[in-house]
């Protein structure tokens, strides 16, 4: 018995202990028909979820638990819920809000997150959830160094079925592979793989907590683009302009490159040599402007390449007044490469000096801090916002905003150190021009 097969042994047998365990909710809940489609096509993993959810205790449900173990808990990068009213070309999504939870009795260190219903659901009622979930460094490279001609293999872990505190009725899942190349995958009956699909179930009646180990070992030749770190400095001018300015520590996190590189075969044979490497970059700027760049070599698995990419935009584009009288910068948030896992952003607004009360809203948590930063012509110095994200996806490119005060009489502070500087200037010429330092009189 391998390490993998022992492992999810045990987890399974710990999480049969939780059959004898449950929570109010989950006495009071239960999930009648759910579908799951696991998009494993790039190495970002986007799993959507629909569930119809069923009130079946006497008192309203206002909310209901999603469960992922211990091994997705830390690569999960983002969860999202929305109600699903109305039918076909009539339907409307209302955005839920979700949140991380902690359970006293999870199993084997069960992850939580709590999704709290529009309107809580009565005795009979139902209400049908979309989910999308999204995991990072999720894919494992098998083997774990390749050559320049091998395509890349990984493997994706997961459950045939889906865990859960509640007990589901019926469900299937559908795994989407990049290619039809698929070298294996578990068999949990019943199962069958169409080209680039692998679907288990349906399955019929399975307790809380159930779990069924799978491996899919596949064809990936995608980008596993991968920013270490990425500093992102937005410097607000009031005289008209946004400085944008982008540091990038980039990596290929893909099976590690053995052996030496041909340039040659690279260029003559590019669909079969370095199928796996990539040698150019998207970015996505503001407003809507493309940037496509190459490196000056292309990345293979392992290897790294730092650049800077900075620009400027017009200031009325982004900066607005609120109604209150405060300023507030409106930007998008993660990184502007396409498809790029971010292991850690951070974002430095700085305000002009002068400014009073920051403050950043945006729609996920995220570290906020306060630095000083000082420039040319700067006395007290400028405040500037730092916010900072772990894992970081596509999928959080959404807008944030930066609220402060200002008062107009600050912007007038540097123009006058200039005028009084020049001014000084000039008095000390005229001085130095008119007055006579001789010790004796011509």
Same mark, same amino acid.
């Given at each position: 018995?391998?390490?993998?097969?022992?492992?999810?042994?045990?987890?399974?047998?710990?999480?049969?202990?939780?059959?004898?365990?449950?929570?109010?909710?989950?006495?009071?809940?239960?999930?009648?028909?759910?579908?799951?489609?696991?998009?494993?096509?790039?190495?970002?993993?986007?799993?959507?979820?629909?569930?119809?959810?069923?009130?079946?205790?006497?008192?309203?449900?206002?909310?209901?638990?999603?469960?992922?173990?211990?091994?997705? *808990?830390?690569? #999960?990068?983002?969860?999202?819920?929305?109600?699903?009213? /109305?039918?076909?070309?009539?339907?409307?999504?209302?955005?839920?809000?979700?949140? &991380?939870?902690?359970?006293?009795?999870?199993?084997?260190?069960?992850?939580?997150?709590?999704?709290?219903?529009?309107?809580?659901?009565? #005795?009979?009622?139902?209400?049908?959830?979309?989910?999308?979930?999204?995991?990072?460094?999720?894919?494992?490279?098998?083997?774990?160094? *390749?050559?320049?001609?091998?395509?890349?293999?990984? %493997?994706?872990?997961?459950?045939?079925?889906?865990?859960?505190?509640?007990?589901?009725?019926?469900?299937?899942?559908?795994?989407?592979?990049?290619?039809?190349?698929?070298?294996?995958?578990?068999?949990?009956? &019943?199962?069958?793989?169409? /080209?680039?699909?692998?679907?288990?179930?349906?399955?019929?009646?399975?307790?809380?907590?159930? %779990?069924?180990?799978?491996?899919?070992?596949?064809? @990936?030749?995608?980008?596993?683009?991968?920013?270490?770190?990425?500093?992102?400095?937005?410097?607000?001018?009031?005289?008209?302009?946004?400085?944008?300015?982008?540091?990038?520590?980039?990596?290929?996190?893909?099976?590690?490159?053995?052996?030496?590189?041909?340039?040659?075969?690279?260029?003559?044979?590019?669909?079969?040599? /370095?199928?796996?490497?990539? @040698?150019?970059?998207?970015?996505?700027? &503001?407003?809507?402007?493309?940037?496509?760049?190459?490196?000056?070599?292309?990345?293979?698995?392992?290897?790294?390449?730092?650049?800077?990419? /900075?620009?400027?935009?017009?200031?009325?584009?982004?900066?607005?007044?609120?109604?209150?009288?405060?300023?507030?910068?409106?930007?998008?948030?993660?990184?502007?490469?396409?498809?790029? *896992?971010?292991?850690?952003?951070?974002?430095?607004?700085?305000?002009?000096?002068?400014?009073?009360?920051?403050?950043?809203?945006?729609?996920?948590?995220? @570290?906020?801090?306060?630095?000083?930063?000082?420039? %040319?012509?700067?006395?007290?110095?400028?405040?500037?916002?730092?916010?900072?994200?772990?894992?970081?996806?596509?999928?959080?490119?959404?807008?944030?905003?930066?609220?402060?005060?200002?008062?107009?009489?600050?912007?007038?502070?540097?123009?006058?150190?200039?005028?009084?500087?020049?001014?000084?200037?000039?008095?000390?010429?005229?001085? %130095?021009?008119?007055?006579? #330092?001789? *010790?004796?009189?011509?």
């Amino acid at each position: 018995m391998g390490f993998d097969e022992m492992a999810a042994r045990i987890w399974i047998f710990s999480v049969a202990v939780a059959l004898f365990l449950s929570f109010s909710s989950a006495q009071d809940l239960q999930i009648v028909n759910a579908e799951r489609r696991i998009d494993l096509s790039s190495h970002i993993v986007k799993a959507f979820l629909t569930l119809k959810v069923e009130n079946i205790g006497k008192d309203p449900a206002a909310d209901m638990l999603l469960a992922f173990p211990p091994t997705q *808990i830390k690569h #999960l990068s983002m969860v999202q819920a929305m109600a699903i009213t /109305g039918k076909k070309k009539k339907k409307t999504y209302l955005p839920l809000d979700v949140k &991380p939870t902690e359970q006293p009795d999870a199993p084997n260190d069960t992850g939580y997150f709590l999704v709290s219903f529009a309107t809580p659901l009565t #005795l009979g009622e139902t209400v049908t959830l979309e989910v999308l979930y999204i995991l990072t460094h999720s894919l494992e490279p098998f083997p774990s160094e *390749i050559a320049q001609s091998e395509s890349q293999l990984v %493997y994706y872990r997961d459950s045939a079925v889906i865990l859960s505190p509640y007990h589901i009725k019926q469900q299937t899942t559908f795994f989407k592979t990049p290619s039809a190349r698929v070298e294996s995958f578990t068999s949990v009956d &019943p199962a069958n793989r169409a /080209g680039k699909e692998i679907k288990y179930g349906p399955y019929e009646d399975r307790a809380s907590y159930s %779990y069924a180990p799978v491996i899919v070992h596949f064809e @990936n030749n995608s980008p596993f683009a991968v920013v270490e770190e990425l500093v992102r400095e937005i410097e607000i001018s009031h005289w008209g302009s946004l400085q944008i300015t982008e540091n990038y520590r980039l990596t290929h996190g893909g099976a590690r490159h053995k052996g030496v590189f041909s340039r040659v075969d690279y260029q003559s044979r590019r669909s079969i040599s /370095g199928s796996s490497s990539f @040698n150019a970059l998207l970015a996505v700027l &503001p407003p809507k402007s493309e940037l496509e760049f190459e490196p000056r070599y292309p990345l293979f698995g392992g290897w790294r390449a730092t650049f800077i990419i /900075g620009y400027r935009v017009p200031l009325e584009d982004y900066l607005f007044e609120a109604p209150d009288g405060r300023r507030y910068l409106n930007f998008t948030f993660g990184c502007p490469l396409v498809e790029t *896992i971010v292991n850690k952003l951070t974002i430095k607004v700085v305000l002009p000096e002068g400014s009073k009360d920051p403050s950043a809203v945006l729609p996920f948590t995220v @570290n906020q801090d306060l630095q000083v930063k000082y420039s %040319y012509l700067d006395i007290v110095g400028r405040t500037v916002v730092v916010l900072q994200k772990d894992n970081v996806v596509p999928t959080h490119n959404v807008p944030f905003q930066v609220y402060y005060t200002f008062k107009p009489i600050y912007m007038l502070a540097e123009p006058f150190m200039l005028v009084s500087a020049f001014f000084f200037v000039f008095v000390a010429s005229l001085a %130095y021009v008119h007055i006579d #330092l001789n *010790i004796v009189k011509k």
